[in-house]
């Protein structure tokens, strides 16, 4: 969650939906700031590893520049919101920066280990893995974005948009 930008979005991509927000971050800094600049949604801080069933369960999840993190497994957390944390029918919307965290740092250009040059593989993969760990629970997927690969999730059944474009 960060500081909150993301949602900056959601009255944008959502006009005329009232919305009940919930975030989640690790760093109480990161908590305060977004409800400085949301002061109507919910914040928490919380460990994505370990988020307690109680936080409820939501038609849309966004994990944004997430699933990169140290110490995040990815089909560990993507198995724990579908299964604890999203409605019937829900989806999710994850987000992949070409980028990864070495040393405590963000490092654009996502690199393997001993490696010197960034190399979009390991973007791939993890893409690629949710992809079909999400399709195998029935969801249809579509992947987007220009400075970062968004994977959207909706349920197999549902009607897919086809006004998407600005």
Do not use: W
């Amino acid at each position: 969650m960060n500081a909150g930008h993301e949602l900056d979005a959601l009255p944008l991509a959502l006009p005329d939906r009232a919305l009940a927000v919930v975030g989640v971050d690790l760093d109480p800094a990161a908590v305060q700031a977004a409800r400085t600049r949301h002061p109507h949604a919910t914040f928490h801080t919380l460990d994505v590893n370990a988020l307690p069933p109680e936080l409820g369960r939501f038609d849309l999840i966004l994990a944004l520049s997430l699933l990169q993190s140290p110490g995040v497994t990815q089909d560990v957390l993507l198995a724990t919101l579908r299964r604890h944390h999203l409605t019937p029918g829900g989806g999710l919307i994850l987000g992949y920066p070409n980028a990864r965290y070495r040393g405590g740092t963000l490092s654009y250009g996502a690199r393997m280990r001993n490696y010197a040059r960034p190399d979009l593989s390991l973007l791939a993969a993890d893409v690629t893995n949710a992809r079909r760990g999400l399709q195998k629970h029935g969801f249809k997927i579509f992947v987007t974005g220009k400075y970062e690969l968004l994977l959207t999730a909706i349920p197999a059944q549902a009607h897919t948009p086809t006004d998407l474009e600005l």
